[in-house]
């Protein structure tokens, strides 16, 4: 199983970013998805969740009208769409399979900076 | 949301010896279906998460047996037989009974 992220950077208060999560070695189709996020120096936060075909998502609070999490089994690829960052959304972002229970796999995650 | 509750924050060890982390959870975690969906994770310094511990006492593949997992309702415990240096690192316990999925704060494992 193999989980690449891509997609973060420095981005100013109020912009905007669109993460990537690459998958293979398993039948991406198959498995739920989730982004998970750790501000620097603090506990994992689960941040969005998309089912097999993206009929269902669901979000944390902190993040729900802002983000939006997607997937094409195509491409074998989850993304994060995230407007209007703020600060405190400053992180490593993890992309992870729901595999026998949560969290199975995880990538290795792609940092995003929201600064001025 | 479900509090996650980890003790202790740290944790000094000696080699070779015992480790213990406990974890409370604000609610019970025996969900409708008769599972309990607590898990354990690891995070060594510099790395991503890793699973190690699925539905309270099942180890994942290639995790050491000298971890393991145990509680029920809203207690639970990840011992380490045998610490060893590779241990290393953060250790979070997760539940995902409820919605929206919640982590303890972490408990930072070194060697004393």
């Known amino acids: 199983v193999q989980l690449v992220e891509s997609g973060g950077g420095l981005v100013q208060p109020g912009g905007s970013l669109r993460l990537s999560c690459a998958a293979s070695?398993?039948?991406?189709?198959?498995?739920?998805m989730n982004w998970v996020r750790q501000g620097p120096g603090k506990e994992l936060v689960w941040v969005a969740f998309i089912n097999t075909d993206g009929t269902t998502t669901t979000y944390a609070d902190s993040v729900r009208g802002r983000f939006t999490i997607s997937r094409d089994n195509a491409r074998k690829t989850l993304y994060l769409q995230m407007n209007s960052l703020r600060a405190e959304d400053t992180a490593v972002y993890y992309c992870?399979?729901?595999?026998?229970?949560?969290?199975?796999?995880w990538g290795q995650g792609t940092p995003v900076t929201v600064s001025s | 949301d479900v509090v996650m509750t980890q003790s202790p924050l740290s944790l000094p060890v000696t080699l070779g010896q015992p480790a213990s982390i406990s974890c409370w959870s604000s609610?019970?975690?025996?969900?409708?279906?008769?599972?309990?969906?607590l898990n354990w994770f690891q995070q060594r310094p510099g790395q991503s998460p890793r699973r190690l511990i699925f539905?309270?006492?099942n180890r994942d593949s290639g995790v050491p047996d000298r971890f393991s997992g145990s509680g029920s309702g809203t207690d639970f415990t990840l011992k380490i037989s045998r610490v060893e240096a590779e241990d290393v690192g953060i250790y979070y316990c997760m539940q995902g009974t409820h919605r929206p999925r919640t982590f303890g704060q972490g408990t930072k494992v070194e060697i004393k």
């Open positions: 992870s399979r729901d595999g026998d229970g949560h969290f199975d796999y």
């Open positions: 070695e398993f039948t991406f189709s198959s498995f739920w």
């Open positions: 539905k309270v006492s």
């Open positions: 609610q019970s975690l025996v969900h409708s279906d008769g599972s309990t969906y």
